[in-house]
Every structure is written in C-alpha cells, then in structure tokens.
C-alpha cells in the first residue's frame, strides 16, 4: 500500500478543520436554543402586558376568616375601587410566560412604595400563594416572580416592575370611569355588560377582558403595547374569536356588589383574637 501524498495529507486536514468549524457553529446554535435558565426553557418574549384589576365587592364576598394581610378584613378602610392583581405579559395566542428567571422577591426593594402598594394592590385573601422556585410566599412576590420576571426588555427589575404597574394604574381609572358612566357599586342594581364595556372603549379605545363570578364582576383586565399604549385584550389575528371575548365569563346584566358588610363584623372578631393573644 503506496503512502498518502502529502497534498492529500493537506486536503484532508482542511477537510476536517472544515468539518470541526462546522459542528462549533451549529453547537452554539443549539446553545441559544436550549438556554436553560433554573431548569426550564428561556421563554420567548411576550406580546402585550394585560394590566388585571379585581373588584373587592366580589372577592370579598369569599372572606371566611380574616387575618392581618387580608385588605377585605380592614372594615371601613377595606378598599372601595378596583384594586391591582398584576401586570401580566401575554401573547397574543391567549397564553403567557410564568417564572421566568431565578430572581426571588426581596420586599426591601420595595419598601418605599410599601403605603401605595398597600393601599392600592393588597391582597384580598389570607391564603398564601406559591412561589416560583417551591414555597409559599406573599401576594406581592408570587406576582414579581410569576410574572414580573417576565417582562423584559420593558421592565428590568422588582422596583420597576411595582413603580409601573401603579404608574399605569393611576393613568387608566377604571373605577372612575365607571363610575362617571353611572356604574356605581350597588347590592341591588344589575348594568349591561356591554355598557361597561362601552364605557371602558370610549375612556381609553380599547376593549377589556372582564371575568365574572355567579353573575358579579370580579376581575377587568385593561390590555396595553409595550410603550403602554393601550390596546384590545381580547382578540389578535392568532386568537380564536370565542377563546377569550371580552364579556369573558360574564351574563348580559351583571354585578358591581358593595363591599360585603360581613368582612367588618369578621375584622371585630378577628382583631379581638389578636388583642387576646
Ligand atoms: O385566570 C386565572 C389565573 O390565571 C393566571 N393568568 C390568567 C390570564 C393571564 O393572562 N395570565 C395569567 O397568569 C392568573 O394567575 P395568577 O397571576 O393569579 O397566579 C389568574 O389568576
């Protein structure tokens, strides 16, 4: 057998240099696509932010027991508007990306917006929410970590995440506009839907999401473009019409219930318990 000349010798090597240069490149393809953050896939980058409010007259009507961190236990202070659930990140497919980074709730970076999220963005349950990485944790650090974490490029960070989702809760007054549209809370009165509806698309020109609970209102979701234009919730070109409307779960008449007197006489008992401790 003739040894291999040395061209060939040379053609081969670059052959396999090729080859080598080759496969590198395809590796770090399949690193951008594999890139693992705490165990699970990046996520893509979401499509819109959906601003959800809850109505305390519905949720409040649940209170079985209270207890110090539960804002419908605070009697003639519980509050009386439409109140912060969570700036959520969406795609337009009607689903959306949770947990996306490690980065844990710390509520000192919070701190000094502690009054404003106390006031506008309590927590109407005494239950405790999961946390992201195992645990229970508090209502404001189940929404960061679920989805705050979520909300790059647009927002960065825990502060910023808080700062701007009261910001844009300020802008959009959805209680006031209800209200200046004569859907004032009432225990006895049942309004359109579509008149809410109506009411919230000539405010701002765009259509919510509303979800109701055995006929009350119970969640309004105002939906937003990245610069926090406000746009339509319910549907993009990759939505089926019927997934999410905006009357969502809702009859044609519907509630806005006053705050249940219930949880007052609960707050009595409740702040009794702790005095006797
Ligand atoms: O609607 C029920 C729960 O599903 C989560 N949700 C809903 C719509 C949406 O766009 N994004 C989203 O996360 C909410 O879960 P939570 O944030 O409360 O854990 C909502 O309560």
């Known amino acids: ?16 240099a090729m080859v080598a ?28 932010f959906a601003l959800a409010l809850q109505w305390p007259g519905t ?16 009697g003639s202070n519980a509050p009386t508007t439409f109140t912060i659930h969570g700036l959520w990140p969406d795609y337009n497919d009607g689903t959306w990306p949770a947990c996306c980074t490690k980065s844990n709730f710390d509520p000192k970076e919070i701190s000094t917006l502690n009054d404003a999220l106390e006031q ?33 490029p647009v927002v960065w960070n825990e502060y910023d995440y808080f700062l701007t989702t009261l910001n844009v809760y300020f802008k959009y007054n959805v209680t006031k506009v209800l209200n200046e549209a004569g859907y ?32 009350a209102v119970e969640e309004l979701r105002l939906c937003f473009y990245k610069d926090f234009k406000p746009r339509d919730c319910a549907v993009g070109p990759d939505i089926k019409i019927d997934m999410v409307t905006s009357k969502g779960s809702c009859p044609q008449y519907v509630s806005l219930p006053e705050l249940a007197s219930s949880g007052r006489d609960e707050l009595q008992s409740w702040v009794a318990d702790e005095v006797a401790l």
């Open 184 to 215: 004032v809370p009432s225990n006895s009165e049942k309004y359109p839907i579509g008149g809410i509806i109506s009411a919230i698309e000539n405010a701002f020109h765009a259509s919510p999401q509303i979800v109701c609970s055995k006929g």
């Open 59 to 74: 949720f409040c009507q649940r209170t079985q027991h209270c207890c110090s961190s539960n804002a419908c236990c605070r």
């Open 120 to 152: 506008y963005w309590p927590s109407l349950s005494c239950s405790k929410p999961s946390s992201c990485h195992g645990g229970k944790g508090s209502f404001w650090g189940h929404e960061w970590e679920k989805h705050g974490t979520c909300s790059s």
């Open 21 to 48: 240069f080759v496969s590198s490149i395809q590796d770090f393809d399949l690193d951008l696509d594999l890139d693992l953050e705490g165990g699970r896939h990046k996520q893509r980058e979401f499509d819109y």
């Open 1 to 16: 057998m003739s040894l291999p000349s040395f061209s060939s010798l040379l053609l081969l090597s670059l052959v396999m």
